[in-house]
């Protein structure tokens, strides 16, 4: 329980840490550090393959774009943010926690989830046997990023 | 099991908060898409949490890798908006793209 609530107190303090620091690539190191305590979270849950995807995929390449994204703008400083949000945020965020506290167990007994069922086979089953549509809308997402990427950088003609 | 579901919650509300906040407040785009970046995380400690107290971990792990599969998708579309954006307007202020209004 301990090691619980110092991985998720520590994600939370990198996700404070990514919106609020001047740097952007500060914030991108910060995002990619709340990744990595996120998928360590995931491995205690027993979900190792979540785990893998979260720290590869989210820590290091979603990581990566942004780096290249902030070196292609190089704009830093450019966007003057406000000081009254940071300066603010700490009251407000006591005062959510202090909400969420107070209201999440009620809601947690209202709100309907999953039964409780001991599932049998492996990952492999559910994934590819029981989610086999959502493989395919994977496929689609994908395909729908690659081409709006294509279409985002074509080249222009020269009679456009 | 009750606890930890709390437990894990509250934090995932905790990220929620702290995504939201961001897109009320912050200017720059890229900011405003860490925001996004961090409300997602919420979403996927909340929906990996809840598989995990109901004995459901297969299908939650499932899900979560579908989720991270489109954020993926999503932040490579949006980030080559971005470049996009700053090219056009050569700043990376959201209120420039006022300018598009009528």
């Known amino acids: ?13 990198f996700s404070i840490l ?24 995931f491995f205690q849950m027993n979900a190792p393959y979540a785990g893998v995807f979260e720290i590869s995929v989210v820590a290091g390449l979603i990581t990566v774009l942004f780096m290249l994204t902030i070196a292609l703008t190089k704009a830093e400083g450019d966007v003057r943010e406000s000081r009254l949000a940071r300066l603010v945020f700490p009251l407000v ?51 729908a990023g690659v081409f709006s990427m294509l279409a985002l950088f074509r080249k222009r003609n020269k009679d456009e | 099991m009750n606890s930890t579901w709390f437990l894990y ?9 702290v995504g939201i906040y961001c897109l009320l407040t912050m200017k720059n785009v890229i900011k405003l898409f860490i925001g996004i970046e961090v409300i997602s995380k919420g979403v996927s400690l909340a ?3 809840t598989g995990f107290v109901k ?13 991270i599969v489109v954020e993926v998708s999503l932040v490579a579309t949006a980030l080559a908006i971005i470049i996009n954006i700053y090219r056009h307007t050569k700043s990376l202020d959201i209120r420039k793209l006022t300018k598009l209004k009528g």
């Not at chain 2, 004995?55 to 989720?67: C, D, H, Y």
């Open chain 2, 55 to 67: 004995k459901n971990t297969l299908l939650a792990q499932s899900l979560v890798i579908t989720f």
């Open chain 1, 18 to 41: 990514a919106i609020l620091s001047k740097d952007l690539i500060k914030s991108a190191i910060s995002l990619a550090l709340a990744s990595l305590f996120l998928g360590i979270l």
């Open chain 2, 9 to 17: 919650m509250a934090f995932a509300a905790c990220l929620l908060f």
């Open chain 1, 93 to 143: 965020f006591v005062v959510f926690i202090l909400i969420d506290v107070l209201v999440m167990k009620g809601l947690l007994q209202k709100v309907p989830a999953l039964p409780e069922t001991s599932e049998p086979g492996a990952f492999g089953d559910v994934l590819w046997k029981q989610r086999t549509f959502d493989l395919i809308g994977q496929l689609a997402i994908i395909l």
């Open chain 1, 1 to 13: 329980m301990i090691w619980q609530i110092i991985l998720l107190s520590g994600l939370v303090l």
């Open chain 2, 47 to 49: 929906l990996l949490a």
